[in-house]
């Protein structure tokens, strides 16, 4: 397949674990500072992350793990 022009395969998150970049959104919440809250799911492995996005800015994101059963990131 062919790369799509102007269509960059770097843009959004990926999943830490399988490297995916397809996520199911759980729950979105606006925080008060301005930044939009997101709890997503991997659709490969069912990996959960947090991210955190700046209204007006494309993918600005953290991930973190929501449950503490997963190892944490170094």
Do not use: W
């Not at 799509?4 to 770097?10: S, Y």
Request: aromatic fraction near 6%; hydrophobic fraction near 25%.
């Amino acid at each position: 397949m062919k790369p799509t022009p102007g269509r960059r395969n770097d843009v959004g998150i990926a999943c830490p674990t399988c490297g995916c970049r397809h996520f199911y959104v759980t729950h979105t919440e606006p925080l008060r500072d301005g930044r939009i809250r997101r709890r997503k799911v991997c659709r490969y492995c069912g990996r959960k992350v947090l991210t955190y996005e700046i209204a007006g800015i494309t993918a600005v994101a953290v991930h973190r793990p929501i449950n503490s059963s997963q190892a944490p990131e170094k």
